[in-house]
């Protein structure tokens, strides 16, 4: 039997009071509120709105929010597989990779992916999330490889997997184009790509923040080339490092372009820059950079991604891993509808300094929704509904609301880098994946 589908409503009117909004913030938020589309210069204003304009931005957002996905508020009970740590590229954000040599450089065999995979379906989950660094000398077929293994074993299990970088990278190292690779992994069972690798989608950033990374056009290539064969994915943006607000503006400007040409994306996820382990922000370059978005950020973020996304991309996610439930509840407040994953593992953000844990159970996502009047469901990774909770006496005890020590349990980053079962340098063969 299929999934019901997240129901949306028909469009109301809504009514949002302007009265403390600077004339021109209240032209630009009517003008949302009543279908029309916000252009690069005005969501670029609505960045840069402060005080009296804040409320009104926020209540215009939530009146989308609300007419876009009702009260429901979802999750998706997954696992983070990150299978390498060891990487190519030195991407300066990023405080998660290692190099090959290194002590803490770590790859997961497939058997040990698999293990996972499994303890996480017994767990509950409906989803993994595959995703690693570039691990020097892997074999092209790796990750064509690894999906399979999973959904042989695993068939109910939707593998989320494999950003744009890993496409491109994997298409290279096999000497195919990217849409073969594409071909390959949708029949090897791939379930949707993660949107990730994205950071700001205009060159002169990525130039900054990571320099020889995958360019604005070849993420483009990779995404509109999965969404035209039927791979759905996320889409993101990294912000609150150098970025400006008419970079954020053009970002997502640039989302809802290809949205309105394939409808592949699910949802927008904004993540914040942690800076705190970042080797730019230790070595103090680019010189403009920041120490990550403040939380009025955070929230015009929520805010205008609703605004100028609507009505084409209708889930905005808040991430708990980057800003703490207590920010992310609020941003329920400014147009987020989805509270994402459980995760059970987390490495990258926690590498970068995050302090805010691996794992957020079932219940605790249910407790954040219903707090601020709102329903909690779980959902899938493509947004059908899986279970609705209107009722909290009907609520279930699932396993994972049962786990009181999840780095206990299932092993955090920190103690996986110094696992020697798993040693990169003494384990991995290059070719031999």
């Given at each position: 039997m299929s999934e019901p589908s997240l129901s949306l409503e028909s469009p109301r009117s809504v009514s949002v009071s302007f009265a403390q909004a600077?004339?021109?913030?209240?032209?630009?938020?009517?003008?949302?509120?009543?279908?029309?589309?916000?252009?690069?210069?005005?969501?670029?204003?609505?960045?840069?709105?402060?005080?009296?304009?804040?409320?009104?931005?926020?209540?215009?957002?939530?009146?989308?929010?609300?007419?876009?996905?009702?009260?429901?508020?979802?999750?998706?009970?997954?696992?983070?597989?990150?299978f390498t740590n060891v990487c190519v590229k030195r991407c300066g954000f990023c405080a998660f990779s290692r190099g090959h040599t290194g002590q803490e450089g770590y790859?997961?065999?497939?058997?040990?992916?698999?293990?996972?995979?499994?303890?996480?379906?017994?767990?509950?989950?409906?989803?993994?999330c595959v995703q690693a660094g570039l691990a020097p000398g892997l074999d092209g077929w790796h990750y064509v490889k690894l999906c399979r293994a999973v959904k042989e074993a695993l068939p109910d299990l939707h593998v989320h997997g494999f950003s744009p970088e890993?496409?491109?990278?994997?298409?290279?190292?096999?000497?195919?184009?990217?849409?073969?690779?594409?071909?390959?992994?949708?029949?090897?069972?791939?379930?949707?790509?993660p949107g990730t690798s994205a950071e700001i989608l205009i060159d002169r950033v990525r130039d900054e923040i990571?320099?020889?990374?995958?360019?604005?056009?070849?993420?483009?290539e990779v995404i509109g080339t999965a969404h035209r064969m039927g791979i759905r994915?996320?889409?993101?943006?990294?912000?609150?490092?150098?970025?400006?607000?008419?970079?954020?503006?053009t970002h997502l400007h640039l989302l809802r372009g290809l949205q309105k040409e394939t409808g592949g994306f699910t949802e927008f996820v904004p993540l914040g820059?942690?800076?705190?382990?970042?080797?730019?922000?230790?070595?103090?370059?680019?010189?403009?950079?920041?120490e990550g978005p403040s939380g009025i950020e955070t929230l015009k973020m929520y805010a205008v991604a609703r605004i100028m996304l609507h009505p084409w991309i209708p889930n905005i996610q808040v991430s708990w891993v980057k800003e703490g439930p207590k920010l992310?509840?609020?941003?329920?407040?400014a147009g987020a509808n989805d509270l994402g994953g459980t995760l059970i593992n987390e490495s990258i953000s926690t590498a970068a300094g995050?302090?805010?844990?691996?794992?957020?159970?079932?219940?605790?996502?249910?407790?954040?929704?219903?707090?601020?009047?709102?329903?909690?469901?779980?959902?899938?990774?493509?947004?059908?509904?899986?279970?609705?909770f209107a009722d909290p006496a009907d609520d279930p005890v699932d396993a994972l609301d049962k786990v009181e020590n999840a780095d206990r349990l299932f092993g955090s980053y920190g103690q996986l880098i110094q696992d020697s079962q798993f040693r990169f340098r003494d384990f991995y063969k290059p070719g031999a994946a």
């Open positions: 600077s004339r021109e913030v209240a032209a630009i938020l009517d003008k949302a509120l009543s279908g029309g589309e916000v252009s690069v210069a005005e969501g670029t204003r609505l960045f840069d709105a402060a005080g009296a304009d804040l409320a009104p931005l926020f209540a215009a957002a939530d009146a989308l929010r609300r007419q876009t996905a009702g009260d429901i508020v979802t999750y998706v009970v997954n696992r983070n597989i990150n790859f997961l065999p497939p058997e040990e992916v698999l293990r996972r995979a499994r303890e996480a379906a017994e767990m509950g989950a409906t989803e993994i890993e496409v491109l990278y994997g298409s290279s190292q096999a000497g195919v184009s990217i849409r073969d690779y594409l071909v390959a992994l949708k029949d090897a069972g791939l379930g949707s790509l990571s320099p020889g990374r995958i360019t604005t056009a070849q993420w483009f994915s996320t889409s993101t943006m990294m912000y609150g490092h150098v970025e400006t607000s008419l970079d954020k503006a820059f942690i800076y705190e382990e970042a080797p730019m922000f230790h070595k103090r370059r680019p010189q403009a950079l920041r992310v509840q609020v941003g329920l407040m995050a302090r805010h844990g691996q794992l957020l159970t079932p219940k605790r996502f249910r407790a954040l929704a219903r707090e601020m009047g709102r329903i909690p469901a779980e959902r899938s990774t493509l947004y059908g509904l899986r279970r609705v």
